[in-house]
């Protein structure tokens, strides 16, 4: 079946460090695919999101591009900030369906 | 922004008690949604609901799971007679006028099954 597989956390870098989170995804056709981040005691929020091949989601300073050749959505960003540090769930949606699948998280720890 | 809220924050009950979690979707959104994560595991779908009835639900949603959307605002999650198992995070989402839309998320009832 689909399904999304991410980096285990935690993930641990100093500020201003460079940042990427690995996902992959396995599916049958050809889906929309989003980063979701958990804050501390908060509820999930979109991220950002790519809908077709090759396009690029983005949101503060986030990015991340749908690769179907390497059926990968990996997120990155340029200098993290201690403020990032959440958890980061990668997710993919099919056409056919309503359910979000969902990677299993990865824990992100930003030291000043 | 407008946003998804929860009701309860925390909610601890007895086993083989029911419990009913609430949720405000976002007042212009179309389709509603229900998913779970225990502790240290993925987040679980349970189901999706469109149009007053039930468009999608997995296998964890049995026939302990109802919801319903008693009025114009909330949608709610019923679990009849409690398990220990059934104690996790539930997060309610929404999403707008076509499924394939982003969803989006209240901040989750922590329920806790004694």
């Known amino acids: 079946g689909d399904s999304v597989t991410q980096m285990e956390g935690p993930v641990t870098l100093s500020e201003e460090a460079f940042l990427t989170i690995n996902c992959t995804y396995t599916?049958?056709?050809?889906?929309?695919l989003f980063w979701y981040v958990q804050y501390p005691g908060e509820g999930l929020q979109l991220l950002l999101k790519?809908?077709?091949a090759d396009d690029k989601g983005s949101n503060k300073g986030f990015e991340a591009t749908y690769r179907k050749e390497t059926t990968s959505f990996h997120l990155e960003k340029g200098s993290v900030q201690v403020s990032d540090s959440a958890v980061y769930f990668c997710?993919?949606?099919?056409?056919?369906?309503?359910?979000?699948?969902w990677g299993a998280g990865t824990k992100l720890i930003i030291k000043p | 922004e407008p946003e998804v809220t929860q009701t309860p924050s925390h909610q601890v009950t007895q086993m083989g008690q029911e419990v009913i979690l609430r949720c405000v979707p976002i007042s212009n959104h179309l389709y509603f949604y229900w998913y779970r994560q225990i502790l240290g595991q993925k987040v679980e779908f349970l189901v999706s609901f469109y149009n007053n009835e039930i468009s999608e639900k997995s296998e964890i949603f049995d026939d302990q799971f109802s919801v319903e959307r008693p009025d114009g605002s909330n949608f709610t999650l019923k679990i009849r007679s409690t398990k220990l198992e059934d104690s996790a995070m539930y997060f309610c989402a929404s999403s707008g006028q076509t499924h394939d839309q982003p969803q989006h998320f209240g901040d989750g009832t922590r329920l806790s099954i004694l």
């Open positions: 997710a993919l949606l099919m056409d056919s369906n309503y359910q979000l699948i």
């Open positions: 599916a049958t056709g050809y889906p929309s």
């Open positions: 790519a809908t077709k």
